[in-house]
């Protein structure tokens, strides 16, 4: 018989003590050493292949205290990663994802140098878009910056062809009806124009799939370039195209402050 994954209701009633008193479900303490995503911890319990204790545990609701519990995989203590932080200026034309199917490169061809076992990207960025990409074992970090409720801006430069005029920039603020949602941006300005093409400006504060292409699509514009510079204070700054840098003490503090952590 399936188990079911616990309530969003009971992981939510314990998510805020969660760090204080370090309760939390066998696959999210797996995830929140570092060991592996809360999904593939799942398939370890129902697998039989995680024991707490010396105890085998089959039920993904089962408690454990992160900090006291023993906690095994095939027999092997699970002991918390060391967190890793980083950031990749992604290149255009590679998929966001660890393993595609379709066999295209992906932006962990680009981290080939250091050990990525546990290591995944926050959030998206689409195989057509560049710049900013961050990279993390910090599951509970992570989570927290991919919550619309945090209103962590990411900014982006986008070139578009033709020009755009006040009046659609104040659109994207207000709301765009596509595809049965109500698209907005946060702030859109521009910066520079030409006969040809424009660049603008770009803040949001939600991660809607494609949500800038499915704004300016939904104008009549075609996206030539998108490009994401911030993500709240985190510059991409001058990092070349394809390489990556890891987080200062001082960039990973200001996110955590930002995620209430």
């Given at each position: ?83 890793i932080y980083l ?155 394809g390489t990556s ?17």
């Open positions: 018989m399936k188990q079911k994954r616990p309530t969003a209701a009971r992981e939510t009633g314990r998510h805020a003590g969660a760090d204080a008193g370090k309760r939390v479900t066998v696959a999210r303490a797996l995830s929140k050493l570092g060991y592996c995503s809360r999904t593939q911890a799942e398939k370890l319990v129902l697998e039989g292949r995680v024991s707490v204790g010396g105890r085998k545990i089959t039920d993904l609701s089962h408690w454990v205290a992160v900090d006291k519990d023993r906690i095994t995989v095939d027999g092997k203590p699970v002991l918390a990663e060391k967190k950031m990749l200026n992604k290149p255009r034309g590679l998929v966001t994802t660890r393993h595609d199917p379709e066999g295209r490169p992906t932006v962990f061809d680009c981290l080939r140098d250091i050990d990525t076992s546990f290591l995944s990207p926050v959030g998206r960025l689409d195989k057509a878009s560049e710049g900013l990409l961050l990279f993390t074992n910090d599951t509970v970090l992570a989570q927290r910056l991919l919550d619309p409720e945090t209103h962590l801006g990411k900014v982006y430069h986008v070139q578009i062809a033709g020009q755009i005029g006040d009046d659609q920039l104040k659109q994207m603020v207000a709301g765009i009806e596509e595809g049965g949602e109500t698209l907005h941006a946060a702030r859109a300005v521009q910066l520079r124009g030409g006969d040809k093409n424009t660049w603008i400006e770009v803040e949001l504060e939600e991660g809607r799939n494609r949500q800038i292409r499915r704004m300016l699509d939904a104008l009549g514009f075609e996206v030539l370039r998108l490009l994401r510079v911030s993500i709240g204070t985190i510059a991409l700054g001058d990092l070349p195209k840098r890891s987080l200062t003490p001082e960039e990973i503090a200001y996110l955590r402050r930002r995620t209430g952590l």
